[in-house]
């Protein structure tokens, strides 16, 4: 069973990719470079939902190996740095 806190991490993890998609949804990369509003929101999408898979446990992150876990969770450190 999952603690209240992780599963609050994947909810935020959840919901912050469905943000992330719609905001680039239809935007090139050069029109994304240009928008400095959405690159923002981008960006902040992508801090928390690195921010959230460092909340989950160990054990849930062994269950999914396929995922990379450590590039997710260093991705956002490497974004607000």
């Keep these: 069973m999952l603690s209240n806190r992780a599963r609050l991490a994947l909810t935020d993890i959840r919901e912050n990719i469905r943000l992330a998609e719609q905001f680039a949804a239809g935007l090139s990369l050069d029109a994304l470079k240009a928008d400095r509003r959405t690159f923002y929101a981008l960006t902040r999408c992508l801090e928390i939902i690195s921010e959230a898979a460092r909340r989950l446990p160990q ?4 269950r999914h190996p396929g995922l990379p876990w450590r590039a997710i969770i260093r991705g956002g450190q490497r974004l607000s740095a």
């Design 59 to 62: 054990t849930l992150r062994n």
